[in-house]
């Protein structure tokens, strides 16, 4: 794991999910678990996309409030991109893991949103799926009662500066950074999200590591 992945992880993801991601659960199986879900959705169980939706919001919305730096957008967005994957359902043949083609979804719905500068409104599914008190716990924003308020305020600056820093990355060298080393995604995957070679993957990484090494040298050099 490289420095910024430690700084970023636990701030920028939630430390439920980023322990999620460290717990050794093997990623075969919740794949698996996922394309069984899939199937069970396509033939119109909701509460098999009910629990897709469970498995997935905290990422995809901890991705899009990295990206659009408005809780409120992050919202809604996040909700318009499960809406599109419940639409696109039909048609998913399970060619890439479910979690890459919702990352997928998520990566134009924020492209959209950034031409047009608002969310599209309207929706042909329960919205029950989707209220803000039913969210991950481990989504960014959403208040854990297991930090002192020194953790708080000690998370919350990180996070302030973490955030700052990413912000004078360009769109897609920020997306680069977030889905590798907050989502955790392969370079494979990042490069099917972004629809670009393995090679633009890298040469991205590489400029926003250097950059972020740049912009957050004090903290680089504190760890």
């Not at 993801?13 to 678990?33: I, K, N």
């Not at 297991?146 to 500066?161: F, I, N, T, Y």
């Not at 990484?205 to 972020?212: D, H, T």
Request: with cysteine.
């Amino acid at each position: 794991m490289n420095i910024f992945q430690r700084l970023a992880s636990k701030v920028l993801l939630g430390p439920a999910e980023s322990g999620r991601a460290a717990s050794g659960v093997p990623e075969a199986s919740a794949e698996d678990d996922d394309q069984a879900l899939v199937l069970r959705a396509q033939a119109g169980d909701m509460r098999a996309y009910d629990e897709l939706v469970t498995r997935h919001r905290g990422r995809i919305y901890a991705m899009i409030r990295n990206m659009v730096k408005n809780e409120t957008d992050a919202w809604d967005l996040s909700q318009e991109a499960f809406i599109k994957a419940w639409r696109a359902l039909p048609r998913f043949e399970a060619k890439a893991r479910f979690s890459t083609w919702m990352y997928r979804i998520a990566h134009n719905t924020v492209y959209d949103f950034t031409r047009r500068r608002r969310p599209e409104g309207g929706d042909e599914i329960n919205d029950e799926l989707f209220t803000r008190d039913r969210i991950d716990p481990a989504a960014v924003a959403t208040p854990s009662e297991s930090r002192s308020p020194d953790q708080a305020l000690a998370g919350d600056e990180l996070r302030g500066k973490i955030e700052a820093a990413l912000e004078k990355l360009s769109p897609e060298h920020r997306e680069a950074v977030i889905l590798k080393d907050v989502q955790g995604l392969a370079y494979k995957e990042i490069a099917e999200v972004m629809e670009c070679s393995l090679g633009t993957v890298m040469s991205r990484l590489f400029y926003a590591r250097q950059k972020l090494q740049s912009l957050l040298k004090d903290e680089y050099d504190a760890r």
